[in-house]
């Protein structure tokens, strides 16, 4: 997840005198204070963070979604107030994960809890589906679900069953050198372990944008040909299944 910039160290000596300065012209101004809630660092950060993973994959792929405009969008597991909120925005998606939610106060999301690892219901076929950042998560325990190394491909598996025939999945997770296990944060895999997983024969590669470990977004790559030596990186896959 993007973190925020952090401030340098002439930031932080000058943070308690600037804090005491600010109050003090508040005062003379007339300001009245309720509370004291002392923010020492805001002024020396940037505006916001427009880097990272998240903020690259959520954007770029809700709008690869508007543009192709598909019957029936569902999510697994994408983060709720980043990506499924910006698809939102625009069109309706269905939702799903092994947690609940809640009361959902979007007109355009609907929620469906349902822990992927299990076959899901013959009514669940769609045309587009999407799941960003969340299948490196499946078996690890991290989330309420079952225990299971495998888990990660048997999600990968229902997804699968659950597109049509010319639908469009797309996916991300982290990528790195080698396929390693962080327990019980995530894994995180080579950029081609994915043609390896049950039912990948059954897709066809449409594109692939990845986030480099600098945090910028770079498009229209191949998974075999990125540079040695990434570390935490995300890979954005677009496939369409035969």
């Known amino acids: 997840m993007a973190l925020g910039v952090k401030p340098n160290k002439a930031v932080r000596i000058l943070a308690p005198g600037r804090y005491a300065d600010s ?18 660092t805001d002024f020396g950060e940037s505006a916001g963070m427009a880097r990272g993973h998240y903020f690259h994959q959520d954007l770029w792929v ?7 405009n598909p019957e029936r969008h569902i999510d697994v597991g994408s983060r709720i107030d980043g990506f499924v909120a910006h698809v939102a925005a625009i069109r309706k998606i269905e939702v799903m994960d092994i947690r609940p939610l809640g009361d959902v106060p979007h007109g355009n999301m609907n929620f469906i809890q349902h822990d992927l690892m299990e076959l899901t219901d013959s009514d669940l076929q769609t045309d587009s589906i999407s799941c960003l950042h969340a299948i490196e998560h499946f078996g690890l325990g991290r989330y309420g679900d079952p225990i299971d190394p495998q888990g990660h491909m048997k999600a990968f598996k229902n997804i699968i069953s659950m597109l049509r025939p010319g639908g469009t999945l797309y996916i991300s997770f982290p990528i790195a050198d080698q396929d390693e296990v962080h327990f019980n944060a995530h894994r995180v895999f080579s950029p081609t372990r994915i043609f390896d997983w049950p039912d990948a024969d059954r897709l066809s590669l449409k594109r692939f944008d ?7 977004l770079y498009t229209d790559e191949v998974p075999r040909n990125l540079p040695e030596g990434m570390r935490f990186a995300c890979g954005i896959y677009c496939f369409e299944k035969h």
């Open 23 to 40: 109050l003090r012209k508040w005062k003379q101004s007339g300001g009245d204070i309720t509370k004291t809630y002392k923010i020492l």
């Open 62 to 68: 809700a709008r690869l979604i508007h543009e192709a």
């Open 210 to 216: 990845y986030v480099g470990d600098d945090g910028d």
